[in-house]
């Protein structure tokens, strides 16, 4: 079961970009890693997937070392409406849902 | 995403009761989830259906229990309600077909807050 380790709270600024680490140890080599975004009082959103090395969308980087025992999630410019529980996941495409987990999840808050 | 629905969409009910939550999605995936949510911490799965003859348990279904009426409904059941099931449930579709590569992405419906007095 690959687990992840996130910080539970970071703050910046708008216009800051912010970089949200996330350490998974024992990802397996199938396993790919998710972000999500979780609003107050709704469900989490997609944000991005990543295998290895960058991938970026209209929303946000990933960051993956050739290791792949840890991903950085970077959000460029941010702004207050980035203010949300950001999810890291790490699983397989044929993994058991029960071993794709959720977590905690970083806290982020911006600031004006 | 509006493409799943869920009912109620808040609801307040005593020990002791039976609670059914209701999940639709109109997305035609195959897979389906229930999480629960406890203020401050994140998503625990209940339990979790890949299609409709197939139903398994996750993190925390003792408690729960779930039927797969068809591919577009999911429903979660509380049949005696203690206070500790007070929390945010939200359900999730998804379908792996659709990936090209990585995991299946999740679709959340909007949840359904639950308190037992």
């Known amino acids: 079961l690959a687990k992840t380790t996130q910080p539970i709270s970071m703050d910046s600024y708008e216009g800051q970009e912010v970089n949200i680490t996330c350490s998974h140890n024992?990802?397996?080599?199938?396993?790919?890693i998710t972000w999500y975004q979780q609003f107050p009082s709704q469900g989490p959103r997609f944000i991005i997937q990543g295998y290895k090395t960058k991938v970026t969308n209209e929303v946000a980087s990933l960051f993956i070392p050739a290791d792949r025992k840890s991903s950085t999630l970077s959000l460029p410019r941010v702004s207050l409406s980035d203010t949300a529980v950001y999810y890291c996941l790490v699983g397989g495409r044929y993994s058991s849902a029960s071993k794709i987990i959720f977590g905690s999840g970083t806290r982020l808050s911006i600031r004006p | 995403d509006a493409d799943v629905t869920q009912t109620p969409r808040n609801r307040i009910t005593k020990t002791g009761k039976r609670i059914m939550l209701e999940c639709s999605q109109t997305k035609g995936h195959d897979r389906m989830y229930w999480y629960r949510q406890d203020p401050g911490l994140g998503l625990r799965l209940i339990y979790y259906s890949f299609d409709v003859k197939d139903i398994n348990k996750g993190e925390i279904s003792d408690g729960y229990s779930v039927s797969r009426q068809a591919q577009a409904k999911f429903s979660l059941s509380l049949e005696s309600a203690i206070p500790n099931q007070t929390a945010l449930y939200f359900c999730?579709?998804?379908?792996?077909?659709?990936?090209?590569?990585?995991?299946?992405?999740?679709?959340f419906g909007p949840g359904t807050r639950l308190t037992v007095l």
């Open positions: 999730a579709t998804s379908d792996l077909a659709l990936e090209r590569e990585g995991t299946d992405t999740q679709y």
């Open positions: 024992n990802i397996a080599t199938n396993d790919y």
